[in-house]
């Protein structure tokens, strides 16, 4: 026998949030220009695993596609951008200490193990999931981040790239 103990719901009961965040304000993820709707619900998620919010646009189907998603049950922290998504970015970044990191294949970018943990509101900018962050949004982006793969693919699932980068600026990672 391996000595392990699997945690009981009880026991995570006690060591995790007795209730959902309130918005804090301090980390967003905003996929700009989303596809799927499982996509969100997955990012939904894991924004309340590390105490982030998510911003997102407000097209005709993506609060159903956030109500359908939201399998926890509890309030959750949605930011909306309203339609023009370069336009949100630039009121963003002009805000005081806000840093915008957009994940993007690019010359510039840093690997995701050297980025460091987000010590001042940072938003985690997500591009379309065929072709990336617009060229008229990257010019708003302070930082850009990638995520290493040495498979054959061109890029990750939205959600599993954005929950990768949450974790790590959270500094869970």
């Known amino acids: ?28 993820i905003a996929p700009l220009w989303p596809m799927y709707d499982v996509n969100l619900g997955t990012l939904l998620r894991t924004c309340d695993t590390v105490g982030a919010c998510l911003a997102v646009p407000k097209l005709p189907w993506v609060p159903d596609a956030l109500a359908k998603g939201n399998t ?41 193990a050297d980025l460091p943990p987000a010590r001042n509101r ?21 930082v ?3 995520i290493p793969m040495i498979g054959t693919g061109a890029s990750l699932n939205v959600a599993v790239a954005g929950s990768l980068v949450l974790y790590r600026l959270a500094g869970l990672l």
Do not use: F, N, Y
């Open 122 to 142: 940072t938003i985690a900018v997500l591009g379309h999931e065929r072709s990336g962050i617009p060229p008229e949004a990257v010019d708003e982006l302070d």
């Open 1 to 28: 026998m391996s000595g392990i103990r699997v945690r009981s719901r009880k026991d995570l009961k006690h060591q995790r949030r007795r209730k959902s965040h309130s918005c804090w304000d301090h980390l967003l």
């Open 72 to 112: 926890l049950r509890r309030r959750t922290c949605v930011h909306w951008t309203g339609h023009d998504p370069v336009r949100w970015l630039i009121d963003q970044r002009s805000r005081p200490d806000t840093t915008v990191i957009g994940v993007e294949l690019a010359d510039e970018a840093i690997r995701l």
């Open 144 to 146: 850009v981040v990638e």
